[in-house]
């Protein structure tokens, strides 16, 4: 009897023992009748609560517990599916580049960590349903981390060590009538982790769902479903390839999604069968959209009894490179995608349906067309939603071996160290990846690409799993982008595949190179306050055709909710479970926040790039650039608004009739705005009926264009009263009085029906919180000194003596009151500060300073000021609903928009610059009563939160914030773009710096309400 040998863990070429071949994913039933009540006597759910025994490595475990003699009923239990380390056992640890034992443990490639290499041991006792009985058996493990040895009855089975496709093996000639016992023993690493680098954090464990499955004599093992459509789109050619245990007959049904039945065959089954049905005038499979027929096969014997009965979505679609464009269904496809990893913050990779729904349901309704499986393949559901939702998906192969070839572009590593490069002992096991990913998901409408895995730079290797692709499907592309780095084997992708590569480079390499369509597999790094300029990359779509999109990096926050010391919950990132090495907050990088699953702010901006209906507003009438490949734009219902000063006007239904991918002008059915005041005319595209993923009237494209038309100031004629006091200046009016100090250098008080309103002084503002961007391009370093000289300008002269008094203007019905600051810069810099108090309570402020040659631009122009917390309710007429920055605001509409104070902080794994509104012409800070400060201004950037940017930034966590005690207002000119083409170097674009090159002034005023 064969044994497990422990040393196969660490040999690249044993990655496999007993392993029954790859298959998809079809499941088969007793009969039709049975798969419509929902269940299948076939399978038998293993799920749930197993014994469970862990070590810290081999050595530590208790040997013999797999053998029938060793009784594990007493042993602790653990949940299955899960991850141990989300159990008790172990911890997470998160790593980006970096090996996990980096540091820890010397080793090479293809070796094991010896000391702490953690191994869980399971067991499962179960008895064989009476329904199996004398059938085949089998047990299918959906996904275990990283490797795992099996055991039925004490006799050893297999070995199986790719974390990511099933690992299935036959039971049958070891059951034994009543109690079996089940033993499994899972390794964290293997030879095989070093193909498992990927980004994320490291788990181990069965973490997938586990079932027997039994089957009867005459058995589908395995099912490929291909459509052919003809060259003008019309006709198809639906070929079926069935795999059988034996030889009958089969029925095959295909059904449109109204259960019509469009053909039907009777046909002989063999052990390997090929039918071909022509399909006349099928409807097409897109994710605009994504039709379903359904393919039912009836297996029947010798005598016309049903074996087993079997049904297969299928979607009639083609892809293809047409001069070097890759079409769907003929039309040039766009991708507007994300990458995503299979994450939850509760149980990790352990990601439930309801969680898988809920992100299709977010990505559709906004826009997002496509999924990269970042970087192995998912679980089968997610493309089984994704056929049905309709959504496009790279499958991406369970390889990343980043911490071994990083070094090479920069001299600190060979083209030796690369894996799996050209090494024949690793090619095997990468093409039997490639293989259980294909032979399991072969049948997905959805999946357009495969791709060879990520970030393992280039090599023969990955050739052949490129080569082998095409073999097995010559209806699909290959993708891997690692041919960037290492030209050798450039025929390893159809696509130029690239990541973070700016637009105007993209432009650049489109203009030698353009053999191939052009991706951007990894583009947009989202983390923290991020995704400015994305309209640069989205843009590019429409002018360049071989540029056809790009996938966010990426669509959820990795983290995991634990609590604080207090017994409070948050969302922990790497570092906060104790875990060395580690790659920090990396891990934050979604359009989705993890704890949640809700849109972060940067979602508003990715809705509106990603739209596939543009609209430009030019005097009464509407250009109508239709994007989608085969919707009409009557398919929507639009609706036309106009909007004065944020309140309506006008809304009338208007009809459109844009073919897809076409474009036309249309006559707006309102009346253009006259006569003074703030105008928005917006055209919106909503659905026009309920979805499986959206709402009857849920917004998917809009444009807007704002009208201006300025009024005469009409200046207040209320008188004042001046008060010049030995160290203050007091202005007092109807209903308020100001306080200016001389000794303190500014505004001390401002008292609004009897109230004072002003928790400190306002001052001159040149900084922000620091965003993950600015500290990926070493922002703190170049700009620190307006850090500096936001908390530490001076009205006082160089030997600390009290400055000149406030310049002061008395006049019958205002005053003014201008101080200047010196700031600790290099060189040296002033700025003034002047206050002007009209008998109504209104001050009217403006910041001036005067640019210093050599000291450059700033991250933020404008005054701070702190009112009291109970001041948490903010209303502001501009862009909104969500923060906007100067390359982060297309998405956004002018209006008028409300929320509370701390609906201004982002949930960001690191609390960070959040929060801002552009374009604000007014903006309310009140209690619940109603009552507080308006601030009113040209195109204000403005922000009220809890906290100081400096407050904010001493803070890794949202639980190291402060109590709160303050409302902190910012009112600007403007603040520096957030940036966001990556998050290590890659700074704010220069048309969204704020402009020194000459004088610089900032007007906003404010008054009590």
Request: proline share 4%.
């Amino acid at each position: 009897m064969k044994k497990f040998d422990y040393k196969m863990i660490a040999d690249p070429e044993r990655f496999s023992e007993g392993c029954i071949p790859a298959h998809s994913d079809h499941r088969h039933f007793a009969s039709f009748e049975e798969m419509a009540a929902g269940e299948s006597g076939f399978y038998q759910s293993l799920n749930g609560l197993w014994k469970f025994s862990y070590a810290k490595n081999y050595e530590s475990t208790i040997k013999g517990f797999e053998t029938t003699a060793y009784s594990c009923h007493s042993w602790d239990e653990i949940r299955v599916p899960a991850h141990i380390q989300m159990e008790g056992y172990d911890g997470p640890q998160y790593a980006n580049v970096q090996y996990p034992w980096d540091g820890r443990e010397e080793i090479n490639p293809g070796e094991v960590p010896v000391a702490f290499n953690p191994t869980a041991s399971y067991v499962k006792y179960f008895t064989v349903p009476e329904g199996m009985a004398g059938k085949r058996i089998y047990v299918s493990f959906q996904g275990v981390e990283s490797g795992m040895a099996l055991w039925l009855n004490g006799t050893y089975l297999g070995y199986s060590e790719d974390s990511f496709t099933p690992s299935e093996f036959e039971l049958t000639a070891h059951l034994k009538e009543g109690e079996n016992k089940l033993a499994v023993q899972v390794f964290k690493w293997t030879a095989g982790s070093w193909c498992e680098d990927q980004d994320f954090f490291r788990f181990s464990g069965i973490f997938r769902d586990v079932w027997l499955y039994a089957v009867p004599e005459i058995h589908i093992s395995d099912l490929k479903v291909q459509t052919l459509l003809e060259d003008d789109y019309e006709n198809a050619l639906l070929t079926v390839q069935v795999k059988s245990t034996s030889v009958g007959r089969i029925v095959a049904s295909l059904f449109d999604e109204e259960a019509k039945l469009v053909h039907q065959a009777d046909e002989e089954l063999f052990e390997l069968s090929q039918y071909n049905f022509k399909i006349e005038k099928p409807f097409l499979w897109s994710a605009e959209t994504p039709y379903l027929y359904e393919l039912r096969l009836e297996v029947k014997d010798a005598a016309g009894n049903v074996s087993e009965a079997v049904s297969q979505k299928v979607g009639f679609r083609r892809f293809e490179i047409k001069d070097s464009v890759m079409c769907l269904n003929g039309k040039r496809i766009v991708f507007k995608g994300v990458n995503r990893h299979e994450f939850s913050s509760v149980s990790g990779r352990v990601v439930s349906e309801e969680e898988m729904i809920k992100d299709l349901v977010t990505m559709k309704q906004n826009n997002i067309n496509a999924i990269r499986t970042s970087h192995y393949p998912n679980s089968s559901k997610l493309y089984e939603l994704c056929d049905r939702y309709g959504l496009y998906v790279i499958d991406e192969t369970n390889l990343e071996t980043h911490g071994l070839w990083e070094g090479i572009p920069r001299g600190a590593a060979d083209i030796e160290d690369v894996l799996p490069g050209n090494r024949p002992d690793w090619l095997n096991l990468v093409l039997d990846r490639a293989g259980s990913m294909y032979q399991r998901d072969k049948n997905h409408a959805c999946i357009l690409i495969w791709s060879c895995g990520n970030e393992s730079f280039g090599g023969k290797n990955i050739f052949e799993m490129a080569q082998a692709f095409r073999k097995w499907d010559p209806t699909r592309l290959v993708h891997y982008e690692g041919i960037f780095w290492d030209r050798s084997y450039n025929e390893s992708s159809d696509i130029e595949s690239q990541m973070y590569t700016p637009a105007e480079k993209i432009k650049e390499f489109l203009s030698v190179n353009r053999s191939k369509p052009f991706i951007c597999c990894e583009y947009a790094h989202a983390m923290g306050n991020s995704c400015g300029a994305l309209h640069k990359y989205t843009d590019l779509t429409d002018e360049e055709p071989l540029y056809q999109g790009g996938f966010i990096w990426d669509y959820i926050d990795q983290s995991i909710t634990k609590k604080d010391r207090y017994g409070n919950e948050f969302q922990a990132y790497g570092g906060d479970f104790d875990d060395r090495p580690c790659d920090y907050n990396f891990s934050g990088n979604g359009i989705v926040y993890g704890g949640n699953r809700e849109p972060s702010p940067k979602m508003q901006e990715v809705k509106y790039d990603y739209q596939n209906i543009s609209v430009e507003i030019r005097g009464n009438k509407a250009v109508i650039r239709n994007k989608n490949l085969f919707t009409n734009t009557s398919h929507y219902r639009c609706v036309v608004t106009l909007e004065k000063d944020g309140q309506l006007l006008q809304q009338e239904e208007m009809k459109t009739n844009v073919p897809p991918l076409s474009e036309m002008e249309v006559k707006l059915p309102v009346t253009l705005p006259s006569g003074e005041g703030d105008y928005a005319v917006t055209v919106s595209f909503r659905l026009k009926e309920d979805t499986i993923w959206g709402a009857r009237g849920h917004e998917m494209a809009f444009g807007q264009k704002l009208f201006y038309t300025e009024s005469e100031k009409q200046e207040c004629q209320l008188p004042v009263t001046v008060i010049r006091g030995r160290l203050n200046i007091g202005v007092k009016g109807e209903n308020f009085e100001a306080l200016f100090s001389i000794v303190h250098g500014g505004l001390v008080s401002y008292r609004y029906g009897g109230k004072e309103m002003l928790k400190s002084i306002p001052k001159p503002n040149f900084w922000r919180a620091v965003t993950d961007n600015d500290q990926g391009n070493n922002m703190p370093a170049r700009y620190g000194q307006w850090k500096l000289a936001s908390l530490y300008s001076s009205y006082k002269n160089e030997n600390g003596v009290d400055g000149i008094a406030p310049a002061l203007e008395e006049h019958d019905n205002y005053a003014v009151i201008t101080y200047t600051y010196h700031l600790p810069t290099s060189p040296k810099a002033d700025c003034q500060l002047a206050y002007t108090v009209y008998g109504d309570g209104t001050i009217r402020t403006r910041l001036s300073y005067d640019p210093v040659p050599g000291l450059g631009d700033m991250p933020e122009f404008g005054v701070m000021l702190k009112m009291d917390a109970d001041y948490d309710q903010l209303e502001w007429f501009g862009m909104g609903p969500e923060s906007t920055y100067v390359d982060r605001y297309r998405g956004a509409k002018l209006g008028i928009w409300k929320n509370s104070i701390s609906d201004n902080m982002a949930k960001y794994l690191v609390p960070q610059e959040s929060g801002n509104k552009i374009g604000v012409r007014y903006a309310k800070v009140t209690d619940k009563k109603g009552r507080g400060l308006m601030f009113t201004g040209k195109d204000m950037s403005f922000s009220a939160l809890p906290y100081t940017p400096h407050e904010l930034e001493n803070a890794m966590h949202p639980y190291e914030l402060p109590q709160v005690h303050y409302t902190v207002i910012r009112a600007a000119k403007q603040q520096m773009g957030v940036a966001g083409d990556d998050s290590w170097g890659a700074q704010t674009h220069k048309e969204y710096l704020l402009d020194v090159s000459s004088k610089m002034e900032f007007e906003f005023a404010f008054k009590g309400i």
